[in-house]
């Protein structure tokens, strides 16, 4: 369990407005944070709702947020620097208990808030997700980081957009330069049936159903036990 307030840094090739913009604006802020998704408690739209704009603060280009994580906006060369700090641990062991998850998922948002700014600007994209427990990294399984790899539904030439201590994201050419982020933590203490996740950002006129099929049959035979998400 994490004790400190954990940082994540990203340099996104874009002006500060821009960065901004797209952190401020409902319809922009839907080309990046997280998936498609709908639960007992709502959706996307309303994730987005409770996160960015339920008793938030901002000044400047700083965002504070209601659960007390910071997100600042700068100007460095070449760019804009996104710096989030993670709030203070809440006190309540329930929700404590998911503090890590959540900063695995802030890693996530910024990279994706940083590939839709620099590759697709104002571009809408769909989402596919995927989650489950195991031993299986599938980082490894699939040959990340080879240029070509052969992914549930065929093959594909990829880039390395950025990798963290338990995830990796990948450019993926047909999805119409979409992006494949994974993310694996082994069994351990910390997490005794390991956790393991995929989002598969899409553009232009990829078969979304089609790559579903294919995806989810190949999840299903390694992570047949789903992931306990908070807020599911």
Known sequence: MSTDR????VTVAAPVDAVWDALRDRDKIRHWHGWEFEGPQGGLEEEIDLIYFTQTAEEG????????????????EGGSRVTLTR???????????????????????????RFAVERHPGEPRRTLFYSGTGDVDPIAELGIPASELELPGGRVHSEVFYTSEHQVGVTVDAWGNGLLVLSHIPPGDAKPDGATMAVLTLYGDVDRDQLDAAWQSWWDERYPKPLDLPGT
Not at 6 to 9: A, Q, T
Not at 88 to 102: K, Q, R, T, V
């Open 6 to 9: 954990p940082k994540i840094v």
């Open 61 to 76: 280009t700083t965002l504070t947020m209601g659960s007390g994580d910071e997100i600042v906006v700068e100007p460095v």
């Open 87 to 113: 709030g203070p641990l809440a006190g309540n062991p329930e929700w404590d208990a998911y503090y890590d998850d959540i900063t695995e998922g802030w890693i996530t948002f910024m990279h994706q808030l």
